[in-house]
């Protein structure tokens, strides 16, 4: 199974490029069904949210996008885009030359001033805080001339290139720099925003749907289709549901539940296309007392509880049956979309009699007979917080409430609303939290969640042998991939969590479209590249001018 | 007004008597079956097991975590009647009595009533019920049926006092007065058996309502935890395979359905019994 | 009748502005973070969440918070929602008209239909009413996101005769003409609509009903009866008025409908309400869009109790107070 995670990826690499030739007039419309309205879809103003990000993309075009199917580590594994090339002056400084031909699309061409700009309210903690944490480590951003951009980096450091160009798109300084920055957000320029990148506006309405059409004339080649449609529907089912009645053509997100992926190829009209997907999900071990950080935890304080309660769970049963095959248990906190997952062994199966040995190692031993072990007169008792809004992660911590009834463990599930939830959580008030993040493309993001001192690291883990290896491994420009494997079996052997699944991305697209490239981590970055299958056009795609 | 056996006199409609046994019959279904079938909290097979259609050895399938949804249904039904019945007869006793008091008092004690109803009504219940999640982590059900309760029984007092204020109109309740009788006697004695129409339509709905309000507020972290099953609980986690394992949630449907039904003919006795008019 | 009008209108703005108040304290003491939607995709460092906090007003104390709103609602300006980064009075406005006209369709269908069935019922009791009332209340027993999501599949997936869900069709052409834009806001609405009517229209049919077998019982029926008037004008002309106190108190009730929407049915259907709206700024903690939501709710409730009250003194004489 871990194999064909890395077989995925390759499918979308035919479609890098915009269909530039083959076609005299392109014609047909993406309907693209999302969750969520992107209320503010530019660069520096959406906080950077999955809806604004999904729809900037289209209207934007970044310095350069990371290649499918490849890597993006170091300088290697991107694609020009707005940059026609890059080059590096010293380990701390990388020169962009910015492509003569770019335009906005009410025809000013794009120049370095633009970039300046745009980095200027990025790195503003005020302005777009943020991307200013995400940036945290460029130094400065200057223009040398009209078309060359010099980014300048506090420290020597593996991902420049990805930081530079990942986060933001440059947006267009000579509408917006007569505005006081504070007042873009509320802004004409934020409900018909003028970009550079293969669509253009044509208009929102707001809780239903949002517009945009083809650049004809764009120099990087005429996307596929003429129209290029974002669907609101908060609902799963709802976006599921126009999908199956015929009325959307590209849905991500659609499994779990594993029921949808019947439905779904039922109608003859859809498949299914994986990518690696950059979230990850797991049972997070408070190893502090809840809500009091100055003492350590009463029970998972103790490695050897931890690692019994991840010896008891099923994991792989657990994945299959919430996820059937679009999702993996990693082994440490790799998603499937960081390359260092690829170095990660299988992770161990089940094993409930090591489970009981390592409890009793501990002093755990079942006194009073009730099946649940307790040491002191206290029961082995703990409780697992879970988001009400995933069913997904309700079903699986019921799966493992059960499973661990079997290792003489009692837990007791708590669903609380999602904000409720997250305050909780975040104030380390828990024993166990079943948590899940979006990790970024490289692993140096997973210092966030796993070092000493890290900013979202709400249980208390810590091992500065593990901290210490990550920060070499940022600051290494050779082989690192015996650093980052030592990483995770050491946090394997510390069992600060008990890893679960890591899914891949799943998105359902409409049978007519070809070069239906997905991309891993910006699933919508290549839908100027989709087309309609020459004789598969519906009456709508005719309809589209 | 003195029935010597209301219970008797109840029953003396074939409705009411179809009713009582629907009832009687889903209460024990709950407290026996149980015992004869598997433990719903089990899950034999998560990855083979689950939603599977209903068969012999699972009558009514068996749900996403492979659990047996006849057991669940049986086990649900303890939790579900339980807050039905508590907190319908506790919003409806509370209606009644604000709706009595603020329609026959009327002036300043009727404006105050009424419009303490408008704010409830105004301020979502969501809130109040949060607010006590954040004071009460670990709710007993007892005290979250009384809190289904009391909190639900603004709607009914409105309908109550509009009967109350058509009814003070009327000629009996003057000659009521004129005979001397105090006001206590002539709310519960005169009015109240008059308004049992609109409480009782009250009640009876209230009945379906308040299974489903119970499985949302677990997703609330108030209502009862997993692996407990309730009968809105299971129609919620149902949603997800409605349509390619519908027995999931068909089922504990069903059996509110069957509920509201029986209670709704239970009501029509009740009201036969109790009201001096009909027939 | 005007001084009492002016009483029980002064009553409503008290009432108003103190559940107003409530609700504002009452959000704001719930457990939860305004700001955990926007560290879903990505955890918040504590620096950005400051910013944050201080962009939204929400590092200050309870009071002051309420102060600005307060000054803010004098001007019409009811802030900037947390989540969306857009004015909340914008926001309301563009759900609006969704709103009302699924919420209007709904209040027409369940009182006019109800009303009319449970009248019915009444006065034909027997085999057809026992029927009625078991579908009626098996419907009302259905949960609400139940009966739109078979619908949505049988209507919608399986036959495609009307759209699963939305409000319009995004790829209508540009050029199409009035009537053609009226067809397909209709052909959306049809869903929504029947699955919310068939839910609620057993409340308005039982509460119709058994308004209605009261009235009938009444002596002065059977006084009309003796006057020689036919079963028509005593049913519908005189039982049938009098039996409109439930009815019209749930009105007032369910007045609200009109904004607050059936969250599961706006839902699944993907309809712009404010329903969803709101429920959405509930479960992200959007202060600002839910004091917006919770303002017109708080209006259509204190509406909807006032109607009530003049429609009882317009309906029977006697229930006015001197």
Same mark, same amino acid.
């Given at each position: 199974m871990?194999?064909?995670?890395?077989?995925?990826?390759?499918?979308?690499?035919?479609?890098?490029?915009?269909?530039?030739?083959?076609?005299?007039t392109?014609?047909?419309?993406?309907?693209v069904?999302?969750?969520?309205?992107?209320a503010?879809?530019v660069p520096?103003?959406?906080?950077?949210?999955t809806?604004?990000a999904?729809? %900037? /993309?289209? =209207? !934007?075009l970044?310095?350069a996008v990371? +290649? $499918?199917?490849? #890597?993006?580590a170091? &300088?290697?594994?991107?694609?020009?885009?707005?940059?026609?090339?890059?080059s590096?002056?010293?380990?701390?400084?990388?020169?962009?030359?910015?492509d003569?031909?770019?335009?906005w699309?009410?025809g000013?061409?794009v120049?370095?001033?633009?970039?300046v700009?745009?980095?200027?309210?990025?790195?503003?903690?005020?302005?777009?805080?943020?991307?200013a944490?995400?940036l945290?480590?460029?130094?400065?951003?200057?223009?040398?001339?009209?078309?060359r951009?010099?980014?300048?980096?506090?420290?020597?450091? %593996? /991902?420049q =290139? !990805?930081?530079?160009t990942?986060f933001? +798109? $440059?947006?267009? #300084?000579?509408?917006? &720099?007569?505005?006081?920055?504070?007042?873009?957000?509320r802004?004409?320029?934020?409900?018909?925003?003028?970009?550079?990148?293969?669509?253009?506006?044509?208009?929102?309405?707001?809780g239903?749907?949002?517009?945009?059409?083809?650049?004809?004339?764009h120099?990087?080649?005429r996307?596929g289709?003429s129209?290029l449609?974002?669907?609101?529907?908060?609902?799963?089912?709802?976006?599921?549901?126009?999908?199956?009645?015929?009325?959307?053509?590209?849905?991500i997100?659609?499994?779990?539940?594993?029921?949808n992926?019947?439905?779904?190829?039922?109608?003859?009209?859809?498949?299914?296309?994986?990518?690696p997907?950059?979230?990850?999900?797991?049972?997070?071990?408070n190893?502090r007392?809840?809500g009091?950080?100055?003492?350590?935890?009463?029970?998972?304080?103790?490695v050897?509880?931890?690692?019994?309660?991840?010896?008891?769970?099923?994991?792989?049963?657990?994945v299959?049956?919430?996820?059937?095959?679009?999702?993996?248990?990693?082994y440490?906190?790799?998603?499937?979309?960081l390359?260092i997952?690829?170095?990660?062994?299988?992770?161990?199966?089940r094993?409930l009699?090591?489970a009981?040995?390592?409890?009793?190692?501990?002093?755990?031993?079942?006194?009073d007979?009730?099946?649940i072990?307790?040491?002191?007169?206290?029961?082995?008792?703990?409780?697992?917080?879970?988001?009400?809004?995933s069913?997904?992660?309700?079903?699986?911590?019921?799966?493992?409430?059960?499973?661990?009834?079997?290792?003489?463990?009692?837990?007791?599930?708590?669903?609380l609303e999602?904000?409720?939830?997250?305050?909780?959580?975040?104030?380390g008030?828990?024993?166990?939290?079943f948590?899940?993040a979006t990790?970024?493309?490289?692993p140096?993001?997973?210092t966030?969640?796993?070092?000493?001192?890290?900013?979202?690291n709400?249980?208390?883990?810590?091992?500065?042998?593990?901290?210490?290896?990550?920060?070499?491994a940022?600051?290494?420009?050779?082989?690192?991939?015996?650093?980052?494997?030592?990483?995770?079996?050491?946090?394997?052997?510390?069992?600060?969590?008990?890893?679960?699944?890591?899914?891949v991305?799943?998105?359902?697209?409409?049978?007519?479209f070809?070069?239906?490239?997905?991309?891993?981590g910006a699933?919508?970055?290549?839908?100027?590249?989709?087309?309609?299958?020459?004789?598969?056009e519906?009456?709508?795609?005719?309809?589209?001018? | 007004?003195?029935?010597?056996?209301?219970v008797r006199?109840?029953?003396?409609?074939?409705?009411?008597?179809?009713?009582?046994l629907?009832?009687?019959a889903i209460?024990?279904?709950?407290?026996?079956?149980?015992?004869?079938?598997?433990?719903?909290a089990?899950?034999?097979?998560?990855?083979?097991?689950?939603?599977?259609?209903?068969?012999?050895?699972?009558?009514?399938?068996?749900d996403?975590?492979?659990?047996?949804?006849?057991?669940?249904?049986?086990?649900?039904?303890?939790?579900?009647?339980?807050?039905?019945?508590?907190?319908?007869?506790?919003?409806?006793?509370?209606?009644m009595?604000?709706?009595?008091?603020?329609?026959?008092?009327g002036?300043a004690?009727?404006?105050?009533?009424?419009?303490?109803?408008?704010?409830?009504?105004?301020?979502?219940?969501?809130?109040v019920?949060?607010?006590?999640?954040a004071?009460?982590?670990?709710?007993?059900?007892?005290?979250l049926?009384?809190?289904i309760?009391?909190t639900?029984?603004l709607?009914?007092?409105?309908?109550?006092?509009?009967?109350?204020?058509?009814?003070?109109?009327?000629?009996?309740?003057s000659?009521?007065?004129?005979?001397?009788?105090?006001?206590?006697?002539?709310m519960?004695?005169h009015?109240?058996?008059?308004?049992l129409?609109?409480?009782?339509?009250?009640?009876?709905?209230a009945?379906?309502?308040?299974?489903?309000?119970?499985?949302?507020l677990?997703?609330l972290?108030?209502?009862?935890r997993?692996?407990?099953?309730?009968?809105?609980?299971m129609i919620y986690?149902g949603?997800?395979v409605l349509?390619?394992?519908?027995?999931?949630?068909?089922?504990?449907?069903?059996?509110?359905?069957?509920?509201?039904l029986?209670?709704?003919?239970?009501?029509?006795?009740?009201?036969?019994?109790?009201?001096p008019?009909?027939? | 009748?005007?001084?009492?009008l002016?009483?029980?209108?002064?009553?409503?703005?008290i009432t108003?502005?103190l559940?107003?108040?409530?609700?504002?304290?009452?959000?704001?003491?719930a457990?939860?973070?305004?700001?955990?939607?926007?560290?879903?995709?990505?955890?918040l460092?504590?620096?950005?969440?400051a910013?944050?906090?201080?962009?939204?007003?929400?590092?200050?104390?309870a009071?002051?918070?309420f102060?600005?709103?307060?000054?803010g609602?004098?001007?019409g300006?009811?802030?900037t929602?947390?989540e969306?980064?857009?004015?909340v009075?914008?926001?309301?406005?563009?759900?609006?008209?969704?709103?009302?006209?699924?919420?209007?369709t709904?209040?027409?269908?369940?009182?006019?239909?109800?009303?009319?069935?449970?009248?019915?019922?009444?006065?034909?009791?027997?085999?057809m009413?026992?029927?009625a009332?078991?579908?009626?209340?098996?419907?009302?027993?259905?949960?609400?996101?139940?009966?739109?999501?078979?619908?949505?599949?049988?209507?919608?997936?399986?036959?495609r005769?009307?759209?699963?869900?939305?409000?319009?069709?995004?790829?209508?052409?540009?050029?199409?003409?009035?009537?053609?834009?009226?067809?397909?806001?209709?052909?959306?609405?049809?869903?929504?609509?029947?699955?919310?009517a068939?839910?609620?229209?057993?409340?308005?049919?039982r509460y119709q009903?058994?308004?209605?077998?009261?009235?009938?019982?009444?002596?002065?029926?059977?006084?009309?009866?003796?006057?020689?008037?036919?079963?028509?004008?005593?049913?519908?002309r005189?039982a049938?008025?009098?039996a409109?106190?439930?009815?019209?108190?749930?009105f007032?009730?369910?007045?609200?409908?009109l904004?607050a929407g059936?969250v599961?049915?706006?839902?699944?259907?993907?309809?712009?309400?404010?329903?969803?709206?709101a429920a959405d700024?509930?479960?992200?903690?959007?202060?600002?869009?839910?004091?917006?939501?919770?303002?017109?709710?708080?209006?259509?409730?204190?509406?909807?109790?006032?109607?009530?009250?003049?429609?009882?003194?317009?309906?029977?004489?006697?229930?006015?107070?001197?």
């Amino acid at each position: 199974m871990r194999r064909t995670r890395l077989a995925l990826v390759t499918l979308a690499l035919p479609a890098l490029a915009f269909p530039l030739a083959g076609r005299a007039t392109a014609q047909g419309s993406i309907v693209v069904v999302t969750g969520e309205h992107a209320a503010a879809p530019v660069p520096t103003v959406g906080e950077g949210t999955t809806a604004n990000a999904d729809v %900037a /993309d289209q =209207l !934007f075009l970044r310095l350069a996008v990371p +290649s $499918p199917g490849r #890597a993006a580590a170091g &300088d290697r594994g991107f694609t020009p885009q707005l940059a026609r090339s890059w080059s590096r002056r010293d380990s701390v400084t990388l020169v962009f030359d910015l492509d003569r031909r770019a335009r906005w699309h009410d025809g000013v061409p794009v120049t370095s001033r633009d970039v300046v700009f745009t980095f200027g309210r990025a790195l503003d903690p005020a302005l777009a805080p943020v991307h200013a944490g995400l940036l945290a480590q460029v130094a400065s951003v200057q223009a040398e001339g009209a078309h060359r951009v010099v980014f300048r980096f506090k420290r020597p450091y %593996a /991902d420049q =290139l !990805f930081d530079a160009t990942y986060f933001v +798109s $440059p947006i267009p #300084a000579h509408l917006l &720099d007569t505005l006081r920055p504070a007042d873009l957000q509320r802004s004409a320029f934020v409900r018909a925003p003028v970009g550079n990148g293969p669509f253009r506006w044509v208009r929102s309405v707001p809780g239903e749907f949002i517009e945009l059409a083809a650049v004809r004339n764009h120099f990087l080649g005429r996307p596929g289709v003429s129209r290029l449609v974002f669907r609101t529907a908060t609902d799963a089912d709802a976006r599921i549901n126009l999908m199956l009645s015929g009325e959307g053509d590209a849905l991500i997100g659609a499994i779990p539940p594993l029921a949808n992926r019947d439905r779904l190829l039922a109608t003859g009209e859809i498949r299914l296309v994986t990518t690696p997907s950059n979230s990850i999900g797991y049972l997070l071990f408070n190893q502090r007392a809840p809500g009091d950080s100055t003492r350590p935890h009463p029970i998972l304080g103790d490695v050897r509880v931890r690692r019994a309660i991840v010896a008891a769970l099923d994991r792989e049963a657990m994945v299959r049956s919430v996820f059937g095959p679009y999702a993996e248990v990693p082994y440490g906190p790799a998603s499937g979309m960081l390359w260092i997952s690829a170095l990660a062994p299988d992770p161990a199966p089940r094993d409930l009699a090591a489970a009981r040995r390592l409890l009793a190692d501990a002093g755990w031993r079942d006194a009073d007979g009730d099946g649940i072990l307790d040491r002191d007169g206290r029961p082995l008792a703990l409780s697992i917080n879970v988001p009400a809004t995933s069913a997904a992660r309700r079903q699986m911590a019921v799966q493992a409430q059960e499973q661990l009834r079997q290792a003489g463990i009692r837990l007791e599930v708590l669903v609380l609303e999602r904000p409720v939830w997250q305050e909780r959580h975040v104030g380390g008030n828990f024993d166990i939290g079943f948590g899940s993040a979006t990790q970024d493309a490289t692993p140096a993001g997973l210092t966030q969640s796993w070092s000493c001192a890290g900013g979202s690291n709400v249980a208390h883990y810590c091992n500065p042998i593990v901290d210490s290896l990550m920060r070499r491994a940022q600051l290494s420009f050779g082989d690192v991939s015996p650093l980052w494997r030592e990483v995770l079996d050491r946090v394997e052997a510390d069992a600060p969590a008990a890893f679960l699944f890591a899914p891949v991305t799943v998105v359902a697209v409409h049978r007519r479209f070809e070069r239906s490239a997905v991309l891993a981590g910006a699933p919508w970055l290549m839908l100027h590249s989709w087309r309609v299958r020459r004789g598969a056009e519906l009456p709508r795609d005719r309809a589209a001018r | 007004m003195e029935r010597p056996s209301l219970v008797r006199a109840m029953l003396a409609t074939p409705s009411a008597r179809a009713g009582a046994l629907a009832i009687t019959a889903i209460v024990l279904f709950g407290l026996l079956a149980p015992l004869a079938l598997p433990d719903p909290a089990a899950q034999p097979d998560i990855v083979g097991g689950a939603l599977q259609p209903p068969s012999a050895a699972a009558p009514f399938g068996t749900d996403e975590l492979s659990r047996d949804v006849l057991a669940r249904v049986a086990v649900g039904a303890r939790v579900s009647l339980a807050v039905a019945a508590v907190a319908v007869l506790l919003s409806a006793t509370l209606g009644m009595l604000v709706g009595i008091v603020a329609g026959y008092a009327g002036g300043a004690t009727d404006a105050v009533l009424m419009r303490i109803v408008d704010a409830g009504l105004a301020v979502p219940r969501l809130f109040v019920l949060l607010l006590l999640l954040a004071a009460w982590e670990r709710m007993p059900l007892p005290a979250l049926v009384v809190i289904i309760g009391v909190t639900g029984w603004l709607g009914t007092s409105r309908l109550v006092r509009a009967e109350v204020l058509q009814l003070r109109a009327e000629a009996y309740v003057s000659a009521a007065h004129a005979l001397g009788a105090g006001p206590g006697r002539v709310m519960f004695r005169h009015l109240l058996p008059n308004t049992l129409g609109p409480l009782l339509v009250a009640a009876t709905l209230a009945v379906g309502d308040v299974i489903l309000l119970e499985a949302g507020l677990s997703f609330l972290g108030l209502g009862v935890r997993p692996p407990t099953p309730s009968w809105g609980g299971m129609i919620y986690d149902g949603r997800a395979v409605l349509t390619s394992a519908p027995w999931v949630s068909l089922f504990p449907g069903l059996a509110i359905v069957a509920t509201v039904l029986a209670v709704n003919l239970l009501a029509g006795g009740l009201r036969a019994a109790l009201s001096p008019r009909e027939a | 009748m005007a001084r009492w009008l002016a009483g029980r209108l002064l009553q409503a703005l008290i009432t108003a502005a103190l559940a107003v108040v409530l609700m504002f304290f009452l959000v704001r003491a719930a457990p939860g973070d305004p700001l955990a939607r926007l560290s879903e995709d990505r955890q918040l460092s504590p620096e950005a969440a400051a910013v944050l906090r201080a962009r939204y007003g929400l590092d200050q104390p309870a009071g002051r918070q309420f102060r600005s709103f307060a000054t803010g609602l004098v001007r019409g300006d009811l802030g900037t929602s947390i989540e969306y980064g857009r004015p909340v009075t914008e926001l309301l406005r563009e759900r609006l008209p969704g709103s009302v006209l699924l919420g209007g369709t709904v209040l027409l269908l369940t009182f006019g239909l109800g009303s009319w069935l449970g009248a019915l019922q009444a006065v034909r009791r027997g085999a057809m009413d026992r029927l009625a009332s078991a579908v009626a209340l098996t419907l009302y027993a259905t949960p609400s996101f139940w009966l739109a999501l078979v619908l949505a599949w049988l209507v919608g997936i399986e036959w495609r005769l009307l759209p699963a869900a939305g409000m319009r069709d995004p790829l209508l052409p540009a050029d199409a003409g009035a009537l053609e834009r009226l067809a397909d806001l209709l052909r959306h609405l049809v869903l929504p609509s029947v699955t919310l009517a068939a839910v609620n229209l057993a409340a308005t049919m039982r509460y119709q009903r058994a308004a209605m077998l009261e009235v009938l019982q009444q002596p002065w029926i059977a006084t009309a009866r003796a006057r020689g008037l036919g079963d028509g004008a005593v049913h519908w002309r005189h039982a049938f008025r009098n039996a409109l106190f439930p009815v019209v108190t749930l009105f007032g009730l369910w007045l609200p409908l009109l904004v607050a929407g059936s969250v599961f049915v706006e839902k699944i259907f993907a309809w712009p309400g404010l329903g969803a709206l709101a429920a959405d700024a509930v479960g992200s903690r959007d202060y600002p869009v839910l004091m917006g939501a919770s303002l017109l709710v708080t209006a259509l409730v204190v509406l909807g109790s006032l109607l009530a009250d003049v429609a009882y003194a317009v309906l029977d004489p006697r229930v006015r107070r001197p």
